[in-house]
């Protein structure tokens, strides 16, 4: 009976905390909903600040809170360079602005904000300028001074080549050398400092001048004078006479030619070559060419004794006792040879000196 009515009891006791707990959780339900918006509104509040915060930070400066940076781009002479390409640089070194100078060389950068900057330019044909840093303040106009551009410096390239390349195009150059254009006119220099020849140099030239076609032409009326005018009897006269001194007239200049101009040269490291003054007074330029058949050019570019003609021109002479008659041979054919190969290289320097110039084709301009 006691244990029956104490079941009850705690039964009861238990439906009545029940009861409790609903009402405590019904009557906090309104203060819960209270609660939890409130707080969300607050988090949505905190958020939508942020943003205003930031847009308004990311919004652009007002004019109020701005400043400016003005210049005018000139050359030394103080004339205005227009098309530079002008940047504004923060001190830091990053672009912030680039823009061109204007036709009268004027750049403005407006609505800066305030800081630390520099100002680059750069035009063509000019060397590039840099100024020195500089503060701006909000509102401030800021004048760059001395933005003056220098000229850029020349670049030179220098090319350095053998002499031997250079010698054989000044060579090319003179073998289109051409009085009237048609007579060689291949040993004359008009350039004052031409490059000396080496050795294989000395006898391709000495061949080019030796056998040009036109030589041939000159021996043949040299051998008709001869036979008019019956120089060296022994020949005789006809075909055959014409033919001998043909031959010997021929083996004259060519011998010369090689000896004086390149056998010789070659020994005494000399330039065969005759120099053209072209300026100074006439006494001055017919000492000069006379004075070429007795001093010559050494390769170091030294003034030497012509040893080279005047050996090779008794050498020549000598061999001319080869083939001329007997009659005529011996140490006078020797002599008059020579004489007479002395006194046409004077007469040769003269009319180089004096008129070939002026006859002749492809003279060099310097």
């Not at 220099?189 to 080496?198: C, F, M, V």
């Not at 170091?300 to 009659?327: H, K």
């Amino acid at each position: 009976m006691k244990v029956r009515y104490g079941l009850k009891w705690f039964q009861g006791l238990m439906r009545k905390a029940a009861r409790l707990v609903l009402h405590a959780v019904f009557a906090s339900a309104p203060l819960l909903l209270c609660i939890v918006p409130a707080s969300a509104l607050a988090q949505q509040q905190t958020a939508a600040s942020g943003i205003i915060s930031r847009a308004l930070s990311d919004a652009p400066l007002s004019h109020s809170d701005t400043a400016s940076v003005a210049g005018t781009v000139l050359d030394v002479s103080g004339a205005a360079v227009p098309g530079a390409n002008v940047s504004l640089i923060h001190g830091d070194g990053t672009q912030l602005l680039a823009m061109v100078s204007e036709a009268n060389g004027e750049f403005n950068f407006t609505k800066i904000p305030a800081g630390s900057y520099l100002v680059t330019v750069n035009a063509f044909g000019f060397a590039p300028f840099t100024s020195a840093e500089f503060a701006v303040a909000v509102r401030q106009d800021y004048e760059v001074p001395d933005v003056s551009l220098s000229i850029a410096p020349a670049n030179m390239e220098v090319t350095v080549r053998p002499i031997d390349v250079i010698a054989a195009e000044q060579i090319r150059a003179e073998e289109k050398q051409r009085l009237v254009g048609v007579i060689p006119n291949f040993y004359t220099s008009y350039i004052h400092d031409a490059a000396p020849l080496n050795w294989k140099q000395k006898f391709s030239l000495a061949a080019r001048s030796a056998f040009d076609p036109v030589v041939y032409i000159g021996v043949g009326v040299g051998a008709g004078i001869e036979q008019a005018t019956n120089a060296y009897p022994g020949y005789g006269q006809g075909a055959a006479g014409y033919r001998k001194r043909y031959t010997a007239t021929f083996l004259d200049g060519r011998t010369s030619d090689f000896l004086t101009n390149a056998a010789f040269p070659t020994l005494f490291h000399q330039d065969p070559r005759y120099y053209y003054q072209g300026s100074g007074s006439f006494k001055s330029r017919v000492l000069h060419a006379v004075g070429a058949v007795f001093a010559a050019r050494s390769d170091s570019g030294r003034t030497v004794p012509n040893s080279s003609y005047l050996l090779g021109d008794v050498c020549a002479a000598a061999l001319a006792n080869l083939y001329y008659p007997q009659a005529n041979r011996g140490a006078n054919l020797v002599f008059t040879n020579a004489a007479v190969g002395l006194a046409g290289r004077v007469g040769m320097n003269l009319f180089r000196e004096f008129l070939s110039k002026r006859l002749t084709t492809n003279v060099p301009a310097r």
